[in-house]
């Protein structure tokens, strides 16, 4: 129901933009998040906005260089990623907030498939 993309080889300093195309359902009326998971370690939030686009939040991690978007008409969600450092190397999935706040995977509902992003030195 959510599909994850735009992932893929950026050098260092470069930029990608993420999308999150939901089907099957809308997601207008839903809070939505970006998170990201390396190999081994636990999925981590980067970056969040509400459902009627008022209002985002980012991971200290990520602020000021990624930012967060959302177009109710195209049931899609975005993350423009821009100065793109080795340690945002990860695979980025897209998902339903449950609650504004809790950032916590476990709070989130319909994960998305996510998205290889690498990024060289």
């Known amino acids: 129901q959510l599909q994850a993309s735009g992932g893929g080889l950026v050098q260092a300093g470069g930029s990608l933009r993420l999308s999150c195309v939901a089907s099957?359902?809308?997601?207008?009326?839903?809070?939505m998040g970006w998170f990201r998971q390396v190999q081994g370690k636990e999925r981590e939030f980067v970056a969040a906005?509400?459902?009627?686009?008022?209002?985002?939040y980012y991971a200290d991690s990520v602020k000021g260089r990624f930012t967060i978007s959302k177009d109710n008409a195209k049931n899609t969600a975005y993350l423009q990623m821009n100065n793109l450092k080795p340690e945002d190397a990860a695979v980025y999935y897209c998902?339903?907030?449950?609650?504004?706040?809790?950032?916590?995977?476990?709070?989130?509902?319909?994960w998305g498939q996510g998205t290889l992003v690498t990024v060289s030195s």
């Open positions: 099957g359902r809308t997601f207008s009326r839903r809070h």
């Open positions: 906005i509400t459902w009627n686009d008022r209002t985002t």
């Open positions: 998902g339903a907030v449950r609650a504004w706040g809790n950032w916590s995977p476990m709070a989130i509902d319909y």
